[in-house]
């Protein structure tokens, strides 16, 4: 079992910059995929970013590249994203998940964050 918490979340202006943090109970930087989701609201939930134990990242298109970094601090058993010149259109929950290959591609899920971008 793996516990996730998500943190960092909160009312911001427009264009300033937010980092979020998911922070696991256990050590997850092993043969893992571990993602980075949003859900506005009356939307579908959406897939932001996306970072493997091995490093590897990757974004929903460019646009979300050129504002969104997903990185991780495996010691801290914590992953996080980075969000710059925030826009009222970026308010959602926000929510992490991790795959792990270990168990089957089972996937843990935390309990989600509020981002309200807004003046």
């Known amino acids: 079992q793996v516990q996730l918490v998500e943190s960092g979340g909160g009312l911001v202006q427009p264009g300033r910059s937010l980092r979020l943090s998911c922070t696991a109970s256990r050590y997850i930087f092993t043969q893992s995929v571990m993602r980075w989701y949003r859900q506005a609201p009356g939307k579908q939930r959406e897939l932001i970013a996306t970072?493997?134990?091995?490093?590897?990242?990757?974004y929903a298109d460019s646009a979300v590249e050129a504002r969104f970094t997903i990185s991780g601090d495996s010691p801290k058993n914590t992953f996080y994203l980075q969000i710059d010149n925030l826009k009222p259109e970026d308010t959602a929950v926000y929510y992490c998940?991790?795959?792990?290959?270990?168990?089957?591609?089972?996937?843990?899920w935390g309990q989600g964050t509020q981002v309200t971008v807004s003046s």
């Open positions: 998940s991790v795959l792990l290959r270990s168990e089957g591609r089972r996937t843990y």
């Open positions: 970072l493997t134990s091995s490093g590897t990242t990757d």
